[in-house]
C-alpha cells in the first residue's frame, strides 16, 4: 500500500561550522492511509520543524518528503502552495484563526482559496462545524469562543479540503484539562472516521490515541511503539485519564 506520507533521508540543518543545528537528522518515515502516529520529544528536538517539512511549510536540506504518492519537496512554490491548500490540514497549539472572521467564514475561507465556489464553501463550512459540535457558535467571531471551540473552529478548517493528512503541532498546548479531553475526543472520532494524522504533542493522552508513537531525540527518532489497546489504557492509566 501507498503511504500517504514519507519521507526518506530527511534533513534540515540551520547555521553552519559551530553553530550547525540538526533540527531534523535523517528521519524515515511512513504514514499509512488511515493511520495516527504521536511524535514526542523534548523541547528543540525537531517536532516542529518535522512537521513542516511534511507539510511543506518547509524544505528540507537534504532527503525527500512524498505525500500520497507524489514528491513534494522539490515542487515550485506555486505548487507547494497548492499542496499545502489542497492536500494537507494544519492545526496549530495557537489556533491561527483570522479575528475579523466569524467561525464560519473561517472555515469556508479555506475552501474558497482552493477554488470551491462561495455556495459549495459555505455549505462545507456549515457541515464541518456542525461535525466538531460547533453547529450553534457558527456566526460568533474567534473572541466570543473558548479556547477548545477555537481549536475545533480550527480543526474544522484543517477539514475543510479533505486533506489526506491532517498535522497537528501541539493542539492542547494552550487549552485547559476539559478543553484537552474535547479535543482529544474530536481526534479520536477522526481517527475512527479514517483520516490520516500526524500529531506532535508532550501529552500522553493524545499520544495514547495513536496508532504508533515515535519519540525525536537530537532531530533523529530514537524510538517508534506500535500501541493497542492495551497500551493504550495503560497510558490513559498512567496519566491519570480515566475516560
Ligand atoms: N530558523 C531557525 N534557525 C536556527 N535554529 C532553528 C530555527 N528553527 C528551529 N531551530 C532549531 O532547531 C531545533 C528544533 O526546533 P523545533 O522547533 O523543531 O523543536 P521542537 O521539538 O518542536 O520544540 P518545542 O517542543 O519546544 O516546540 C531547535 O534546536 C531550534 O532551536
Known amino acids: 500500500m501507498t503511504a500517504v506520507v514519507r519521507t526518506r533521508g530527511l534533513r534540515r540543518t540551520h547555521g553552519s561550522g559551530d553553530s550547525l543545528v540538526r533540527a531534523v537528522d535523517d528521519v524515515d518515515l511512513e504514514v499509512a492511509a488511515g493511520e495516527t502516529v504521536a511524535v514526542m520529544g523534548p523541547s528543540g528536538c525537531g517536532k516542529s520543524t518535522l512537521l513542516h517539512l511534511l507539510g511543506g511549510l518547509d524544505r528540507p536540506t537534504d532527503g525527500e518528503v512524498w505525500l500520497g504518492g507524489r514528491r513534494v519537496d522539490t515542487l515550485s512554490e506555486r505548487a507547494l502552495a497548492r499542496m499545502r491548500r489542497t492536500e494537507v490540514g494544519f492545526v496549530f497549539q495557537s489556533f491561527h484563526l483570522m479575528e475579523e472572521l466569524t467561525a464560519v467564514e473561517n472555515v469556508e475561507l479555506s475552501a474558497l482559496l482552493a477554488g470551491r465556489s462561495p455556495r459549495a464553501a459555505r455549505r462545507r463550512a456549515e457541515e464541518l462545524l456542525d461535525?466538531?459540535?460547533?453547529?450553534?457558535?457558527?456566526?460568533?467571531?474567534?473572541?466570543?469562543?473558548?479556547?477548545?471551540?477555537?481549536?475545533?473552529?480550527?480543526?474544522?478548517?484543517?477539514?475543510?479540503?479533505?486533506?489526506?493528512?491532517?498535522?497537528?503541532?501541539?493542539?492542547?498546548?494552550?487549552?485547559?484539562?476539559?478543553?484537552?479531553?474535547?479535543?482529544?475526543?474530536?481526534?479520536?472520532?477522526?481517527?475512527?472516521?479514517?483520516q490520516t494524522l500526524v500529531i506532535v504533542t508532550h501529552d500522553a493522552r493524545i499520544a495514547a490515541t495513536a496508532d504508533r508513537l515515535v519519540s525525536m531525540r537530537d532531530g533523529a527518532f530514537v524510538d517508534e511503539t506500535r500501541l493497542t489497546g492495551g497500551t493504550t489504557g495503560q497510558l490513559g492509566a498512567l496519566v491519570g485519564w480515566d475516560d
Open 131 to 194: 461535525r466538531v459540535g460547533l453547529a450553534d457558535r457558527a456566526r460568533f467571531l474567534p473572541s466570543a469562543l473558548s479556547g477548545g471551540q477555537r481549536q475545533r473552529v480550527a480543526v474544522a478548517r484543517a477539514l475543510s479540503n479533505e486533506p489526506a493528512v491532517v498535522l497537528a503541532d501541539e493542539p492542547t498546548g494552550n487549552l485547559d484539562s476539559a478543553a484537552t479531553l474535547d479535543v482529544l475526543r474530536l481526534f479520536e472520532e477522526l481517527h475512527r472516521q479514517g
